[in-house]
């Protein structure tokens, strides 16, 4: 199979990174070619399949565009421009998403520090700006003679004033390090022989978030793949069961993934053959395997917190 990308390099054991074998040709009929389907990976340039979807609206639109840098992504290549040329591309598409969302829909578009202002202003032309996540990126070396680049923004806006957020979805289990009593007994939190712990309201700082890695099972050779604990907090709070979800420039395909994992309906459009393959094993994969690593029985887990009987894979 020619258009596969082979590994050059050997392997560890242990390693659980997700790949595709000469063999596995048959995944291609988890995707499209042509006009976007519900819960099908769509392969092809995003602004032509965009331009083609006529029946669908979306509940949730999440983006992870090509950051403002000078980087390749499998056969793609994305060069770093100026703020206003890479503000004007960003517009470029998103106007293509606006009619396809429907009016209590939200919006969660990814960027890195350097990007994140040009994604505000073209995220604000047209949509209401509710807020501002940063999360920790806990991954890389550190920078000789500056600070060490370990976070990421996601801007939330929403269609309108009208929209879907379930707060008890979200809420984040931690343990409670000096627990306080009132007359006796505990307030705000709950006494276990595994431990003590609070249910916290979200907030918009996220540091129990793991970059995924070889030994994890959900990782894969894509250079930018985001988590699926990441996924799992944005489609609970702003998405309902059955719910359809879009993903414009889908990677290796983790939103598809989460999505088929908790019960919504989605639309991942990719331009690369290699990573299609992989959202396709992946969402093959998800048949059987419906785990979230740091996500079980319906909590979210503060990390390394989690009590043994509640793993978090």
């Not at 470029?92 to 969302?101: G, T």
């Not at 202003?121 to 047209?126: E, F, S, V």
């Not at 309201?201 to 990782?219: A, Q, R």
């Not at 690369?272 to 909590?299: H, P």
Request: hydrophobic share 35%.
């Amino acid at each position: 199979m020619p258009f596969l990308r082979k590994n050059f390099y050997h392997r560890a054991p242990r390693n659980r990174t997700i790949t595709i074998t000469d063999n596995e040709a048959h995944l291609r009929h988890l995707w499209v070619s042509d006009e976007p389907r519900a819960n099908t990976v769509t392969f092809g340039d995003a602004f032509k399949a965009l331009k083609k979807d006529r029946q669908l609206r979306y509940d949730l639109l999440f983006a992870d565009p090509p950051y403002n840098l000078t980087k390749k992504f499998g056969k793609e290549k994305f060069r770093q421009t100026d703020s206003d040329a890479y503000e004007e591309w960003l517009d470029s598409w998103l106007r293509l998403c606006v009619p396809l969302l429907k009016e209590t829909a939200s919006v969660y578009i990814c960027s890195d520090w350097r990007s994140s202002a040009a994604i505000q202003r073209a995220g604000a032309k047209y949509f209401k700006l509710q807020n501002r996540i940063t999360w920790e990126r806990e991954k890389g070396r550190g920078a000789k003679h500056n600070w060490k680049n370990a976070a990421e923004d996601i801007w939330f806006f929403t269609v309108s004033d009208d929209f879907t957020f379930n707060l008890d979805a979200v809420k984040q289990r931690r343990r409670v390090i000096a627990p306080y009593r009132e007359n006796g007994k505990p307030k705000d939190w709950k006494e276990s022989g595994e431990g003590n712990f609070r249910d916290t309201h979200p907030s918009n700082i996220w540091t129990d978030i793991t970059v995924p890695f070889w030994s994890m099972s959900e990782n894969t050779d894509h250079p930018t793949q985001k988590p699926e604990k990441l996924l799992a907090k944005i489609i609970l709070a702003s998405t309902n069961e059955d719910d359809l979800i879009l993903d414009p420039f889908a990677g290796s395909g983790t939103t598809a993934v989460v999505a088929k994992k908790l019960g919504r309906q989605f639309v991942a459009i990719e331009s690369d053959e290699t990573y299609c393959l992989l959202a396709a094993k992946r969402l093959e994969m998800a048949e059987t395997d419906r785990s979230i690593q740091g996500f079980s029985d319906g909590v979210f887990w503060e990390r390394n917190s989690a009590p043994t009987k509640y793993p978090t894979k």
